[in-house]
Nanobody
Framework: QVQLVESGGGSVQAGGSLRLSCAAY??????????LGWFRQAPGKEREGVAQ???????SYADSVKGRFAISKDNAKNTLYLEMNSLKPEDTAMYYC????????????WGQGTQVTVSS
């Protein structure tokens, strides 16, 4: 069982920055093969993938955030991060971190979410 707890959301003006954190409990990042990701869901829209980092540290991003967001992890702290720069109003959403053990297609473990609101 993996428990994920997000923090760092808030309200910012367009062009601003935020850093989201996701603390993981139950399994150490360096002890198991685990992929991690950030997802978001805006009101009335489907949940979408924002960024992912696999167990080897390989990252991938949605086109809408490339060049503005950066995903990283600290194995020693068992924490996942999402650095968000040049924020736009369309980035407004509930942001969730998620985890899956290697070999699984679906993300099985989800945090409770943290709200990000970007005003113009």
């Amino acid at each position: 069982q993996v428990q994920l707890v997000e923090s760092g959301g808030g309200s910012v003006q367009a062009g601003g920055s935020l850093r989201l954190s996701c603390a993981a409990y139950g399994y150490g990042f360096s002890r198991v093969c685990i992929d991690l990701g950030w997802f978001r869901q805006a009101p009335g829209k489907e949940r979408e993938g924002v960024a992912q980092i696999d167990s080897n540290g390989k990252t991938s991003y949605a086109d809408s955030v490339k060049g503005r967001f950066a995903i990283s992890k600290d194995n020693a702290k068992n924490t996942l991060y999402l650095e968000m720069n040049s924020l736009k109003p369309e980035d407004t959403a509930m942001y969730y971190c998620a985890a899956r053990f290697c070999g699984n297609y679906h993300y099985n473990y989800w945090g409770q979410g943290t709200q990000v609101t970007v005003s113009s």
